[in-house]
């Protein structure tokens, strides 16, 4: 089967499975209407609520929007082990490299593409409420943040995808990712902020910091995107080495 067919097939598989859509949806859902609707109800003063970085205030769902592309990623990996899926899937498409490639690919393009717009309408969508504090794209760090934003996602849903080929289970990845991004990374930050800097989700959102100090922001999103490629490879070796 050529590449350009294989990619397809990935597409409409995300396409035609609802629990997929609605966590790619979710992904946009949590990031911008979060921001938005806190914005809203709290008006000039959400430009406070993260202390002294309103940039980083103004992506304040981008916790809740990790969690979301988590969530897709996962299941665009793990909904192949359910039922035979994998062997149907590695019948089509026996190169095992390519059929990864693929998988990892669609879900990156996917929740880049979503992720970019999501950061832009969360920034744009969240400042229209905020008055004389908004902060606009001119401002140091706005457009950096948004594309950002949107690469960090993108990077969290593919370690997700990564984690899931290796466990083959998205509950056993979900179970972990989740309380490690909400409680762990912060806990660690608390004890040893020097090392929180080089954990993926906190290492990827100095992006959307104005003033991230440490290692600075594209540093911080190569850091992620290094743990994304070390989960890809793992994921790559599991698929290729395991019955399926």
Avoid at 21 to 33: D, E, P, Q, S
Avoid at 165 to 179: E, F, I, M, N, Q
Wanted: glycine share 12%; with cysteine.
């Amino acid at each position: 089967m050529p590449t350009t067919a294989v990619l397809h097939s990935e597409w409409l598989k995300i396409r035609t499975m609802r629990s997929l859509a609605a966590a790619l949806i979710a992904v946009f859902a949590a990031t911008a209407g979060i921001t938005i609707l806190v914005n809203a109800l709290t008006g000039a003063d959400a430009a406070g609520r993260t202390g002294d970085d309103p940039l980083f205030a103004a992506f304040f769902g981008l916790i809740f929007g990790q969690i979301a592309a988590n969530a897709f990623g996962t299941p665009a990996v793990s909904s192949e082990y359910a039922n035979g899926a994998l062997r149907i899937s590695l019948a089509a498409v026996p190169d095992r490299t390519r059929f990864h490639a693929a998988e990892a690919a669609v879900v990156g393009a996917l929740t880049l593409l979503v992720g970019v717009a999501t950061g832009f309408v969360t920034f744009l969508g969240g400042q229209a409420f905020l008055g004389e504090r908004a902060l606009g794209l001119g401002d140091p760090g706005a457009v950096r943040a948004c594309v950002g934003s949107g690469t960090y996602l993108a990077l969290m849903a593919l370690f997700a995808a990564g984690l899931t080929a290796v466990l083959r289970s998205g509950t056993a990845v979900l179970s972990v990712l989740v309380p490690f991004v909400l409680i762990v990374s912060f806990v660690v930050g608390d004890v040893a902020a020097g090392v929180a800097e080089y954990l993926p989700d906190q290492a990827g959102q100095l992006v959307v910091r104005q003033d991230s100090g440490g290692i600075g922001p594209w540093t911080g999103l190569v850091v992620t995107a290094a743990w994304a490629a070390a989960a890809l490879p793992a994921g790559w070796s599991a698929v290729r080495r395991r019955d399926a």
